[in-house]
Nanobody, 117 residues
Framework: QVQLVESGGGLVQAGGSLRLSCRHL???????????TAWYRQVPGKEREFIAE???????RYGDPVKGRFTVSRDNAKKTVYLQMNSLKPEDTAVYYC????????WGKGTLVNVSS
């Protein structure tokens, strides 16, 4: 059974940094290497928002609110995707989820990031 497990969230002051991790437990390495993993975030009462993704070729893409501040990367040997978040702002406060697009599509349970002003 495949499980995506996020970690690394917490409370940080504005201007600070956090690094989130998304481990892909139970996923076959060849599958992990072949599919895109993305990060999303959600604030209560709002739709889930795309943040960043890394593809099987290492190509990355970012949502406009985080361009230049966040960096997504992957370690295939560890079956883990990271999200380095710098210059954090209070509006980055949200629950952050990772999502792997391999069928049927996998989501983690999320990790809370709280940025204080």
């Amino acid at each position: 059974q495949v499980q995506l497990v996020e970690s690394g969230g917490g409370l940080v002051q504005a201007g600070g940094s956090l690094r989130l991790s998304c481990r892909h437990l139970g996923m076959i390495l060849s599958v992990f290497r072949s599919y895109t993993t993305a990060w999303y975030r959600q604030v209560p009462g709002k739709e889930r928002e795309f943040i960043a993704e890394t593809s099987s070729t290492g190509t990355t893409r970012y949502g406009d609110p985080v361009k230049g501040r966040f960096t997504v990367s992957r370690d295939n040997a560890k079956k883990t995707v990271y999200l380095q978040m710098n210059s954090l702002k209070p509006e980055d406060t949200a629950v952050y989820y990772c999502h792997n697009v391999a069928a049927p599509g996998y989501w983690g349970k999320g990790t809370l990031v709280n940025v204080s002003s």
